[in-house]
């Protein structure tokens, strides 16, 4: 056996990055919340309630604070999770206020009210009881403990205002950026358990429509679940709407896998070029491009996504205070915003256009033929919208517009 070759300068470069990376990744998780899941009878004036269903693949504990953990269970859980938000002025849109004390005081801090365990066959009546015909899956993504992913969604679902029922699928992750070897496999580990929850909503007969929503990690998780659907016996059509926010994947991989998905469900992407977390992971990957840091007006990116149908929110240049510039889509206002106005029902950004610019505060819209086929909405955030239909609804309202050579949208107005 042919003794190793010593590191190259060039592997050392790559992984003192990588530890710069990943100093920067624990000073940003620094003071986590942790056993804060106990359930309190405390109540506070002007609080709201998020009412979810919980799918885990994680182990159970017998810690009502920390009722599971990050290794893998032995079968999938469902629990029924109540989340109090608390009043519109103790809290900005996209934040979350962690607990400070045990038991959480809803005045102050998201608190849970309710952790039920519920057997299977009651994850539908959990759901006749929401009063909805639609539902809303979020996959988390690595590095995330259950209370986090819990009080996340609980997040989204508040802030964005979606009428969806809300269902978190929380599979076992250790919460540690030392693990992500361990993570990416409990990824993989809970394809199953994923795609046999996607087919049960998409074929129950009283659900009208499914969205999924994944973040990071998780967007590996949910495409192998719908490519695992589409390997035997199709995606349901009321699984019509894929949203993949900051995706941790490799952009050939993914390629092959909306090949054998098919053009339904619609996939939306949010992509930012600074996200350091992606950074490190494409590092880890051999230096191969991860889809939510790529520039989707470049080639080949710009000429495969839009091929597929792909639409694109580039939120770059938008800040939210995120240090990692990883998770802006549930932070940013804006963006969690116009997740429910339009995104998580399967609207295009293109679609209904008259009154637009009001809903989502643009100041500038237009065909911009820089990009070839695709086009751009550019708004206060900003956000860039890359959409393959968009060219032409825009074009024929707006008319032509150019683009400074910064690449900056030249405001309009709307005749």
Known sequence: MARPHPPTTSTRT???????????????????????????????????AVDLLVVSTRNRTNDPARPFGGDRGDHASMNRVVVSIPPAAAREVGEIQWPTTVPADPARSFAVVRDDAIPERDGRAWFHATGKRRVLVFVHGFNTRYEEAVFRFAQIVHDSGTDFAPVLFTWPSRGSVFDYVYDRESTNWSRDTLEKLLRAAGEAPDVAEVTVMAHSMGSWLAVEALRGLALHGGVPKKIGNVILASPDLDVDVFERQIQRIGANPRVTLFVSRDDRALGLSKRLAGDVDRLGAIDPAQEPYRSRLEHHGVTVLDLTALKTGDELNHAKFARSPEVVRLLGSRLI????????????????????????????????????????VFDADTRDSLGDRLGAVGRHATGTVTPVVDP
Not at 361 to 367: L, T, Y
């Open 14 to 48: 790559i992984v003192r990055a990588a530890m710069l990376a990943l100093t920067l990744a624990l000073a940003a998780c620094s003071g986590r919340p942790d056993g804060v899941m106990a359930p309190t009878t405390l109540t506070a004036e002007g609080t709201s």
């Open 345 to 384: 029902a399967g609207q295009q950004v293109s679609e209904n256009r008259v009154g637009l610019a009001d809903r989502l505060g643009a100041v500038a819209m237009g065909a911009a033929g820089t990009v070839g086929s695709a086009a751009s909405l550019a708004v206060s955030a900003p956000i860039a």
